[in-house]
């Protein structure tokens, strides 16, 4: 009896070490040489990736690398964005530092435009929605509507503030270094990435922990679904902005000196 | 012994007084001592949370120092006999007066003690909810503080706690879970409070 439970016990230590090992020995990595539609069939949240690179369907048989000299992308950095993305743990930090800065704001202000035109306002229709499901719609559930908005708002301007202020001197400092005035641009927004991060994480919880138990729940999943994908977009463009674009950034202010 | 009150006060009347008035509170040890010296060292390491209640003087700063970086997690209370009393505010959790009403110091004691008997439930404690509402109506740490006569750093501690049970970390987040419980009302809220 004494040795059944001590068995017992033991499994889930046993089962998580096995399954973790694996998991980073076949971390998949695609390349040049794989076929486009290879990448949506194994994630298919790579499609809005793709599609930010311009990149349209009617892949056909067409490898990652045929497509990208078709649509003039760096093919190289088009498999830096979409492997990181791909892999929590798959982060070539030189590689990505090496490329051009104008590759990284170009993509930057396209995940921008995916959130502002897609992901935000289907984020904020559901959330009403699902409100509007409640019964009576529920005084208390409209503060998550309210908590959104104002998280919504606070994104919105963070990415003002990089759209007008950083990107732009980014994009100066590459072209015409002698015409930036000010070398002392202080871009620092990890701080500012984090708070985007706890108040998402805030949102998913007091829905998740605090819902009244009256609600539709088919519109429930589609709201939590959109909420862990938006999660993770976010969190690798933030990763990209404070682990590349900013170091990048430094490194060229301090050119210009 | 999960939960001690050590009192320490040269004067027989303050020791006795005070222990009266906290004798009530649930499985709690008191003990009482008329300087440091006398104090039995193994006992306080041995106690889970203790509630250390001490003369606010500067003539005592050095023991207590030590005292305190020698035992696990306590509350410092400092009563103040006079006003003229030279003290460090900030080396105390609480500050009271020895004019004090009983039922303030009552409050002290209870409050940090029962905030360990829900710890696992994830349920807030009545302090802690206190702590919550004033949050979520938009004050400081330093307003908390003095509403709830306890120290800011006390504070910071219920907000710790209160982010890990709940699992939610941001202003924002927490005043709407203040409303959600209602625990404050939508219209006790300022519209910024969100922002």
Known sequence: MIQKRVKKSLRPTFIRVFLSLPKIWVMQVFSKNDKMVHLVQANHNLLPVIHRFGIRLGFGNKTVEELCFDYEINSDFFLAIVNTFHNKNFFPKDQLLAFSPLLLVDYLKKTHQYYVDYSLPRIEKLIHRLLMSTPKQNSEMQMIEKFYLAYKKKLLEHFDEEEQEVFPIVEKLVLHPDQVADKNFDANFEKEHEHVDFELDDLKNLILKYLVPEYDELICNKLMEEIYHFERDIHDHSRMEDAILIPQMTQLLRAAE | ?195
């Open chain 2, 1 to 195: 012994m999960a939960k001690s009150i050590v009192i320490i006060h040269p004067a027989e009347i303050i020791r006795k007084g005070i222990s009266s008035l906290l004798e009530d509170i649930q499985s709690v040890r008191i003990s009482c001592f008329p300087d440091f010296s006398k104090l039995n060292m193994q006992e306080l390491k041995a106690a889970q949370k203790l509630l250390l209640i001490v003369p606010a003087n500067c003539r005592y700063a050095q023991e207590l120092l030590e005292l305190r970086t020698s035992i696990g997690e306590h509350e410092l209370v400092g009563v103040l006999t006079n006003d003229k009393e030279k003290c460090e505010d900030n080396a105390f959790d609480h500050l009271i007066p020895i004019d004090v009403p009983a039922k303030q110091l009552i409050q002290i004691a209870e409050g940090f003690f029962e905030s360990d008997d829900t710890d696992n439930s994830g349920e807030l404690t009545i302090r802690e909810k206190e702590v919550l509402r004033l949050i979520a109506l938009g004050n400081t740490n330093k307003t908390i503080a003095d509403t709830l006569f306890i120290s800011t750093h006390t504070v910071i501690s219920h907000r710790k706690n209160i982010t890990e049970k709940l699992g939610i970390k941001s202003i924002p987040g927490l005043t709407v879970y203040a409303i959600i419980q209602k625990i404050v009302g939508p219209s006790d809220i300022s519209p910024d409070q969100l922002s």
